[in-house]
């Protein structure tokens, strides 16, 4: 939708609730993994992209729960540096996962990730970053 148009002399009432961004959620949730303390994240939103963000943390060892639209990532347990292909190739943000590796476990051993097929996007950035 572009735009809402408003016609008449009604005043508007109400609410509406906005769902937390999914491109916000994902690098936060990776993030998480350099607390040394459980983080939670509140709004977040219940899609795909965010499950498998979930699968791969736990796949590394955090604790993720989620109720209510608000998640809980214990990283405790964090002590892979190791992600498959086939979790790798599920969505280009499992790159996140990369700096916490490093910075905590000092090596990351991925494949290049998969994803959506919307057009180039390359991940040189964060090759060159590391």
């Known amino acids: ?8 002399a009604t005043p508007l009432t109400g609410e509406l609730v906005v769902s937390g ?27 795909r992209d965010v499950e498998w963000m979930r699968f791969l943390l736990g796949h590394l ?11 809980r990532i214990d990283p405790g347990g964090f ?24 910075a905590r ?3 990351a051993r991925i494949s290049l990730p998969g994803g959506c097929a919307i057009g180039e996007r390359p991940v040189d950035i964060h090759l060159r970053g590391f």
Request: glycine fraction near 6%; proline fraction near 7%; charged fraction near 20%.
């Open 1 to 8: 939708m572009d735009k809402f148009v408003i016609e008449g």
């Open 21 to 47: 961004s999914k491109n916000a959620c994902l690098p936060m949730m990776t993030a998480a993994l350099l607390a040394d303390e459980p983080t939670v994240l509140h709004n977040a939103p219940h899609l």
């Open 61 to 71: 060892g955090a604790q993720v729960t989620f109720s209510n639209n608000s998640m």
């Open 79 to 102: 002590d892979t540096d190791f992600v498959p292909y086939d979790i790798m190739r599920k969505m280009r943000a499992s790159m996140y996962a990369m700096g916490p590796m490093i």
């Open 105 to 107: 476990l000092g090596r």
